[in-house]
């Protein structure tokens, strides 16, 4: 072989060699590439995930502050409500001693067949004008009395101060009345204080 041979020989082997290089190079490139494709897409999974689960959070937690909220709205409607439909009561409730005070002067006053009941005349009638125009005030902002007298007792809106024996109330009635029982409204105002009946006394 001559040396003109031999040269060429050395040199294709080398570009051969050249070749083979070059491919390898390539075919790690493209295998690297698409381990980086690969990790990329996995943290785009991932943080979409994240974002989903935050997204989902975030409508669990405004769900449930717009249902406390209007939970809070309709707990103050209700407050107001009752406020304003009570917001009287104080005031007649100071009404209440002036009625017993008319009312006990009355009792007092009206003696029959005495010099007393004469006397006492006009100023009773002045009393009853009184106590009548209290009435009707009350009445007016719906304040009612509650009948005792000769009424089976209920703890629920009388009080009992004592019993005593009665030939014509039957027991566990009410006998009579130290102070009336008055509703507002529906509400109990203020329980009557009453003497109930323990029935006819033993022979």
């Known amino acids: 072989m001559s040396e003109k041979e031999r040269s060429e020989g050395i040199a294709e082997e080398a570009m051969d060699a050249s070749d083979t290089t070059a491919s390898a190079s390539a075919e790690n490139t493209a ?80 003696v029959e067949g005495s010099d007393t009941e004469k006397k006492l005349a006009g100023l009773l009638e002045g009393v009853e004008l009184t106590l009548k125009s209290l009435h009707t005030s009350l009445d007016k902002f719906e304040v009612k009395a509650i009948d005792s007298v000769g009424e089976p007792f209920d703890p629920n809106k009388q009080e009992a101060l004592t019993m005593e024996p009665s030939e014509t109330i039957p027991p566990n009635h009410v006998v009579n009345e130290f102070e009336k029982g008055y509703f507002y409204k529906d509400r109990l105002l203020r329980a009557a204080k009453v003497t109930v009946s323990s029935g006819k006394t033993d022979a």
Do not use: C
């Open 31 to 110: 295998i690297k590439s698409e381990e980086t494709s690969a990790q990329h897409t996995q943290r785009l999974e991932k943080e979409l995930a994240e974002a989903t689960e935050e997204v989902t959070d975030l409508k669990d937690k405004m769900l449930r502050m717009a249902a406390e909220y209007e939970n809070y709205k309709k707990r103050n409607e209700r407050e107001r409500a009752t406020a304003m439909k009570y917001a009287g009561e104080h005031i007649f409730r100071e009404f209440l001693p002036v009625v017993d005070n008319l009312e006990r002067a009355l009792q007092q006053g009206a």
